[in-house]
């Protein structure tokens, strides 16, 4: 979508300090972090939210799901929170599918 800001990041017209990317996704850090540390783990194909998710995407889903821990243990964390908001009800405001990885204190409690 050329409006969504995290497509504009794939397609190299916004320019962002991504601490991972492969042929699937990227991963930055949130611009207003919740916790000391805060990354947005997102798929470079354009999905809406996790209400749009279909079979077609599992082998995606799967791949960023066991990819957090990587990424947590690079940011020194030992434990961490994850988080997909859906829909506009559901708190998203980026409406491009993303996971929220939140951890190292000031954790919001649930």
Known sequence: MSDCIFCQMVQGKITTDKIYEDDHIFVIHDIHPKA???????????IDSLAEVNEQHSPLLGYMMTSLNNFAK????SGFRTIINTGKAGGQEIFHLHIHL????????F
């Open 102 to 109: 939140i951890g190292g204190g000031n954790i919001p409690k």
């Open 36 to 46: 000391k540390v805060h990354l947005l783990v997102i798929p470079k194909i354009h």
């Open 74 to 77: 690079e940011q020194g964390l």
